[in-house]
C-alpha cells in the first residue's frame, strides 16, 4: 500500500508542478488555489508513504515520478522540446526509478 501512496504522491506532485504555470506567478486566484491543495495533498501522501518506505527510496521515487509527468505534460500541453538528448535523459530517470524500486 506505501507504494500506491508514495504513486498518488507523485501524481500530485506532477498535479502541483504544472499547476504553477497556470498560476501566472499565484496572481489567478482558483489555479492558485488548486495546486497549493496538490502541494499539500502531494507533502502529506508523501510523508504517510515514508511511514514504511526508506526515506531515499522514498524520495527520489516521489521527485522522479514529479519529474517524469511534468515533463511529459510540458510536451503535451505547452510544446515543450522533444530533443532526443532531453528524451534520452527523461529515460535514464526511469531507469533510476525502476532500479530503486527492484533493489527495495
Excluded at 482558483?30 to 507533502?43: G, K, Y
Excluded at 500541453?77 to 534520452?88: K, Q, Y
Amino acid at each position: 500500500m506505501s507504494w500506491f501512496i508514495l504513486f498518488l504522491a507523485g501524481l500530485f506532485e506532477v498535479a502541483w508542478a504544472v499547476g504553477l504555470k497556470y498560476t501566472e506567478g499565484f496572481t489567478r486566484p482558483w489555479p492558485s488555489v488548486l495546486t497549493a491543495l496538490a502541494m499539500a495533498a502531494s507533502i502529506g501522501l508523501l510523508g504517510l508513504a515514508m511511514k514504511q518506505l526508506p526515506l531515499g527510496t522514498a524520495y527520489a521515487i516521489w521527485t522522479g515520478i514529479g519529474a517524469l509527468g511534468t515533463v511529459t505534460l510540458g510536451i503535451l500541453l505547452f510544446g515543450e522540446s522533444v530533443a532526443p538528448l532531453r528524451l534520452l535523459s527523461i529515460a535514464l530517470i526511469l531507469c533510476g526509478l525502476v532500479g530503486l524500486k527492484l533493489s527495495h
